[in-house]
């Protein structure tokens, strides 16, 4: 059983800046295959960023591409989420999501608020 904690979610106003903490237990975190998802009210839950075992590849959907970046530092068993330039519709709780031969295993959440 894989433990996930997210951490560093906040309020903050349009254009700034928040990073995401995603820490994983576990003695092989650098082959996780880690993402982050997010989900606002009333919506369903969609993925925002996902980067792979040898950081060889990352994905970013369209809405958040240039503005969000995915990072790992195995040493830790943490993977990062740099957000900037947020905007209103980011506002959402932000779950990581950690795959490892064949499960999945999701954390808490951690609420981001993006408002004036």
């Known amino acids: 059983q894989i433990q996930v904690v997210e951490s560093g979610g906040d309020w903050v106003q349009p254009g700034g800046s928040l990073r995401l903490s995603c820490a994983a237990s576990?003695?092989?975190?650098?082959?996780?295959?880690i993402g982050w998802f997010r989900q606002a009210p009333g919506k369903e839950r969609e993925g925002v960023s996902c980067?792979?075992?040898?950081?060889?590849?990352?994905y970013y959907p369209d809405s958040v591409k240039g503005r969000f970046t995915i990072s790992r530092d195995n040493a830790k068993n943490t993977v990062y989420l740099q957000m900037d330039n947020l905007k209103l519709e980011d506002t959402a709780v932000y779950y990581c999501?950690?795959?490892?031969?064949?499960?999945?295993?999701w954390g808490q959440g951690t609420q981001v608020t993006v408002s004036s």
């Open positions: 999501n950690v795959f490892d031969r064949g499960s999945r295993y």
């Open positions: 980067i792979s075992i040898t950081d060889a590849s990352t």
């Open positions: 576990g003695d092989n975190f650098e082959w996780y295959t």
